[in-house]
């Protein structure tokens, strides 16, 4: 393999030399397709572009590079790109960059398709899924248990379905009555799955299920993108315990995508947002306090999955991530860095940005969760990723305003951490705008209190006596800060280099959201 770096800026990819640091290329974010993830690689990742080119790398953090690319070309409003690990070149029946027009549903075109079949690439994978599900159902309630030809069937519409269709979803005006033919069935079949991967007898059997698995929530992503869909998923039977054992299964990207269906249901993502779904979503759904716990600890370092260790004759065998005890067998450890940034981003909108459709017992419940088990914000707080460390800020933010007894706990344990010091540096020496206003936030936020509480004490132990007299200035205004922003650019050593600005992506949605 040859020696690269890869660098993100506001609009770019940008692919530089490894030793001289020359820039090899430099692709568009809005360029990129999907991100791709296999299984049998835990190093190897794939960037495909619109033009049916892809670039492979490698990296020992392979999941922080995935979601920080995913985010990057999320924020300038690329939204169909995905994490998978399937290449979808050879089951798209239209080129890369083409997307199928959506079509007025009519009587008509009813009748049409009740008699000829669907018109549609989109209605004609949603009707053979909607047919491997059912029969898989039918052969598991005759054999009473999961597997063979009839699953293979239903994997194999999903993974062409999913490879068709964009995850922004299916057509919203779609037939409300063909959303539960296909999604309750596909339900029925994670079930099975999450209970057989807590029996699964060795590495691959374990391995072999979260393919199945992530497959099937990739496509149940697509099709819960409509008002039925999301009003249909919480009144489903027996949905939270299939949630929770996928949300704790032991392999990462199981959990990651999990949380991504879980993230739509309770955020509306229809172009016109129906909070009154959201709330409803958000009144079933978070309303048990395992669900609660289960999301929180994902964003915990150590959970890396289980790791593998052999015996003497070789096999591998499971053991525990946190004790080493020897348990079932299960996958190779894997980062969970895509887990942590989804996880960040649903108690994002949970708790900040869509906090209107959250009801007071809820946002409480979920605040005490997340103070409970600070050393999962601590976790946070300390990931390279961009975007978790930003949710990060805004929970801060918010525990702060509504739990300031909490908030204090949280200072006093990133003080303890070193935290505290780690962005103090980061808020004056980071080469990144981003970075930089990012960390300045977390320090105003922690460093606000009286004079003799302990961060002032650390502060005044950290700085020069006289630049302390500039905390008595009256709080600067909006246009102060801008302007303050773009003179430090200007002056920046780091300016030159393109390594942030005052304008960037981070710092506009972290204002945005905080004012």
Known sequence: PVSRKLALTEKWLVERDGASHQVISARALSSIFALVRPWDSPRILQVEYDDSTSRTYQSAQRDMVLGSILDAA???????????????????????????????????????????????????????????????MSEEAGLGRIGGAALQEVINAATEFNSNIPCTGIDPETDKEKIPKVVLPLIGVLDALSREAERAPDVAAVQANAAMSTTLLQALLRLVQTSHGLALIPTIEGIMDTLLRLLRSREPFVAYWTVMVVSVVLRCPLEHRDVGIEHANKQALLASMSMNEALVDL???????????????????????????????????????????????????????????????????????????????????????????????????????????????????????????????????????????????????WMSGSTDSATKILLLKMIPAGLLEYLKMPALTLEEMDNLDLLEADESEFSAQGAGSAGSGSMRRLRAKIQ
Not at 86 to 92: A, I, M, N, T
């Open 74 to 136: 999320h924020a300038v409003g690329n939204h169909r790109v995905y994490v998978s690990a399937e290449v979808s070149d050879g089951l798209r029946l239209l080129p890369r960059f083409a997307v199928e027009a959506r079509r007025h549903v009519t009587t008509k075109s009813k009748i049409r398709e009740a008699f000829f079949g669907p018109e549609t690439i989109e209605g004609w994978h949603l009707q053979q899924l909607t047919k491997a599900s059912k029969d898989q």
């Open 299 to 445: 964003l915990r370092e150590e959970r890396q999955g289980l790791a593998v260790k052999k015996d003497r004759r070789g096999s591998a065998r499971l053991t525990d991530g946190d004790n080493g005890a020897t348990s079932r067998p299960a996958p190779r450890g894997a980062s969970s860095a895509l887990s942590m940034m989804a996880v960040s981003e649903l108690l994002e909108v949970v708790l900040c940005s869509a906090r209107d459709s959250t009801s007071p017992e809820r946002f409480e419940a979920l605040v005490n969760v997340l103070g409970s088990n600070y050393d999962a914000l601590l976790s946070m707080l300390r990931s390279p990723c961009a975007i978790i460390m930003e949710n990060a800020a805004l929970l801060m933010h918010t525990i702060t305003e509504y739990a300031p007894e909490m908030a204090v706990r949280i200072c006093d344990a990133a003080m303890s951490d070193a935290v505290v010091l780690r962005h103090f540096d980061l808020a004056i020496f980071s080469p990144a705008a981003d970075q930089r206003f990012i960390s300045r936030h977390l320090i105003s936020i």
